[in-house]
């Protein structure tokens, strides 16, 4: 966005409305600790997600790949549950020009999982049930922190409901589509600066959306210890609508309030699509091989429309800079034999895996409310059958983005500038799932 202005001198109409556009612009539509997680609570956790799309054996193929549902005998339940911890913290590099303190974590503990249902009704028609969200997380510095004119709290949620269906064409390859319906929640929070001098207002925004999407998969399975999946993703059109909240702006900005205070607000972005291919490769009757290639479409996300219902009918749209993302996963279970730690892990599988994600953000994009950078996960896991057709899962996934390097600056007439380095960014995900045969 760029602004012309004809005279060095700033009069009270102009400097609110230069600090109204420089509020609004930086309202976000993002999170921290990575966009679209791959930890959802299921055996995946202890691959790092590799296999994700060809693992049509676990009912949470409902969710990863539509196309797995009608490779099994009966109908299987997974229940999922997962807590995440995120170790984040900013530190000042010196040319911040707002004082505060440094935020203090911001992401803490935040509970995830999901719910998988998948079975056949005939030989070659499967279905599938999924409810889970890897969309989102939040965001919520200390008050005072020295980023708060461009972020203070930010939340954004995104939960699917997937209904699916699979045809398996022959006895190697089969096909499924789901509707994803997602629910999205977000809820944004400032403080900009209130006047000439030094204080903080108030910048309210949130709301909830129901938006569409699809799903579709193949697995294909040319020999019995061989899967490939693909899974495709749609991009989903997401408009939040609210009133604009100001609040405790001084009265140099009374012209600010009558044109933006508690009008309504359209937010439009996306949801971006997603390709992955997976691949489970059965090396001995004990260890199976697991790998994943994945690309997201974050440009377009990044792409964010803003309308203000105001005499003005005010719009902005903004491009956030972000690049297209990939991802490369690769792992390993093994079942346990006898004789091993004397005995007493007989029965158990064990994983591990690695994977690496690359950064849809520079550290000219990279902003308070979307600190994300690469990142690299490693995986462990465990499961055994616990009884005929009652099986436990347990998983643990540690996410490594390091020391990421942000210099956001805010538009005219404060400028305010964060500047400085988010270090040894980490995120620890704990797992656990029980699948069930009806």
């Known amino acids: 966005m760029v602004l012309i202005m004809r005279s060095r001198k700033l009069s009270p109409r102009k400097i609110a409305l230069l600090t109204a556009v420089s509020a609004l612009s930086a309202i976000p539509l993002a999170h921290a600790g990575g966009l679209m997680l791959w930890e959802i609570g299921t ?34 339940m997974r229940a999922a549950g997962q807590l995440l911890y995120g170790d984040i913290g900013f530190s000042n590099g010196g040319l911040t020009n707002v004082p505060g303190n440094d935020g203090g974590n911001p992401i803490d503990w935040f509970p995830g999982g999901g719910f998988y249902v998948a079975g056949r009704w005939t030989d070659n028609l499967g279905w599938g049930l999924a409810m889970a969200g890897n969309f989102g997380a939040a965001l919520e510095y200390n008050n005072g922190w020295a980023g708060r004119r461009f972020t203070q709290d930010v939340t954004l949620i995104g939960m699917s409901l997937i209904p699916s269906l699979s045809w398996k064409i022959n006895d190697c390859f089969s096909i499924g589509a789901g509707l994803n319906v997602m629910g999205s929640y977000f809820n ?40 490939f999946g693909i899974t495709f993703t749609s991009e989903i059109e997401v408009d939040f609508e609210d009133r604009l909240r100001l609040r405790n702006f001084g009265p140099l900005f009374t012209q600010l309030l009558e044109r933006f205070n508690d009008k309504r607000t359209d937010i439009d ?119 005929p057709g009652v099986e436990l899962d347990l998983g643990f996934t540690f996410l ?21 380095t988010y270090k040894d960014t980490a995120t620890y995900f704990f797992g656990g799932s029980v699948q069930f045969e009806l």
């Not at 990279?366 to 009884?387: H, I, K, N, S």
């Not at 942000?406 to 400028?415: A, E, V």
């Open 188 to 227: 944004f929070k400032s403080n900009p600066r209130a006047g000439l001098i030094d204080e903080d207002a108030s910048l309210k925004y949130s709301d909830t959306e129901i938006d569409y999407g699809g799903n579709l998969g193949i697995i294909y399975r040319p020999v019995p210890a061989t899967t």
């Open 43 to 76: 055996p995946t956790l202890g691959t790092a997600s590799a296999g994700w799309a060809a693992m049509p054996e676990d009912a949470s193929t409902a969710f990863t790949n539509p196309a797995g549902t009608v490779w099994r005998d009966d109908i299987e």
């Open 400 to 420: 490594w983005a390091g020391n990421m390097d942000i210099d956001q600056r805010g538009g005219p007439p404060f400028n305010p500038i964060l500047e400085g």
């Open 269 to 387: 972005t996306t949801v971006p699509a997603t390709v992955t291919a997976s691949l489970r490769q059965k090396l001995t009757p004990a260890t199976t091989l697991y790998a994943n290639l994945n690309w997201q479409d974050w440009s377009k996300y990044a792409q964010v429309a803003l309308e203000i219902d105001n005499p003005e009918q005010t719009s902005l749209r903004v491009n956030r800079g972000y690049k297209d993302t990939g991802h490369f996963a690769l792992g390993v279970r093994h079942d346990v034999g006898r004789g091993f730690l004397n005995n007493w892990l007989e029965g158990w599988s064990l994983s591990t895996g690695f994977a690496y994600d690359s950064s849809m953000t520079t550290t000219a994009s990279l902003t308070a409310d979307t600190p994300v950078a690469d990142q690299w996960r490693l995986g462990l896991g465990a499961g055994r059958e616990l009884c």
